[in-house]
């Protein structure tokens, strides 16, 4: 008796694991979208849509009554060239360099000074540098309107002060073309002081004291220490505060209505201040939508110019 015994060929089947991996990288991607979505949908409901409706709104007809019945008819570049042919657009412009320039200068400076000093250990250090941070605190407006009475040329306190020191007390810090700009700058100055000592000194802490102990045993000076070490080593933190303050200042509206409201003589008027009048004093929403853009696009070439200097430092 014999027995047959029927070899069965294996029947070969497909790989599953190049489809599993395909869906684990399907779900891994919608996963990454689906955490990033939140962002791009906020992103484009309050930044590119204001953005793109100013631009929209700079080439129309937009007054009141054409808001109020909802028909603003295109005028091409009419908003453009009434805005860059008048004079107080160039003053505007001119003021917001000297403001930015001069603000950024003089916070940096005395900031990066500021935070050297507290670097070293003395009684009420801790005390003085929560003093210092009391502007920073403050609301911008209540700052301006104290300021503006401390500077008031008839009651003010600093001209009462001047006088009793027999200097002179009736200096029209706010009140001469002259001299109005020089006082706002020296109020937002005083403002920006406390950011910078605080950014500061947080870089200043992060380099090595090992350093320090070094360039001291070489024999360097206080300021080959402070070029060679300091600064070299504090670079990045420097570019955060300039790009923060930059962006910061040079649309600031709120402190030039509390002290000057762009007076005396349009001589405090900035872009950010322009806007405001074109559109809301005005009620010229179209011209102010054309400064508002130009202030965007200033903000855009800076941070262009900022973004290709770090990838250069970077390579």
């Not at 008796?1 to 029927?6: E, N, R």
């Not at 700079?58 to 860059?84: A, C, E, H, I, R």
Request: proline share 5%; no cysteine; aromatic share 12%.
């Amino acid at each position: 008796m014999s027995t047959t015994t029927a070899s069965a060929t294996p029947t070969r089947t497909a790989p599953a694991a190049p489809v599993k991996q395909r869906d684990n990288r399907r779900r891994r991607r919608l996963s990454q979208w689906g955490f990033i979505a939140p962002a791009v949908v906020f992103m484009l409901l309050f930044f590119g849509y204001p953005l793109v409706r100013n631009v929209v709104m700079s080439f129309q007809d937009f007054s009141p009554s054409t808001f109020f019945d909802g028909k603003s008819p295109f005028n091409g570049t009419d908003n453009w060239s009434k805005v860059f042919h008048d004079d107080l657009f160039g003053k505007a412009l001119w003021h917001t360099i000297v403001f930015t320039i001069g603000s950024l200068v003089g916070q940096f400076g005395i900031g990066l000074a500021l935070a050297v000093f507290f670097t070293k250990k003395f009684p009420l250090n801790g005390f003085l540098r929560s003093l210092i941070l009391l502007p920073w605190l403050v609301p911008m407006v209540v700052s301006g309107i104290v300021w503006r009475r401390i500077l008031d040329q008839d009651t003010g306190v600093l001209n009462s002060f001047a006088d009793t020191l027999g200097l002179g007390g009736h200096t029209p810090w706010l009140t001469s073309p002259g001299m109005a700009l020089f006082s706002v700058i020296l109020v937002n100055i005083w403002i920006g002081i406390p950011f910078n000592m605080v950014i500061l000194y947080g870089g200043l802490q992060e380099i090595p004291k090992e350093l320090y102990e070094a360039a001291s045993l070489d024999g360097a000076s206080a300021w080959r220490t402070f070029r060679s070490i300091t600064l070299p080593l504090l670079k990045p933190v420097i570019t955060v505060v300039l790009v923060l303050g930059f962006m910061s200042t040079v649309k600031i509206l709120d402190l030039i209505l509390a002290l000057t409201d762009g007076g005396p003589a349009d001589s405090t008027q900035t872009l950010g201040t322009l806007t405001y009048q074109n559109s809301f004093v005005q009620l010229d929403f179209g011209a102010g939508a054309v400064v508002g853009n130009v202030l965007i696009l200033i903000s855009a070439v800076f941070a262009v110019f900022y973004l290709r200097a770090n990838r250069s430092e970077g390579k």
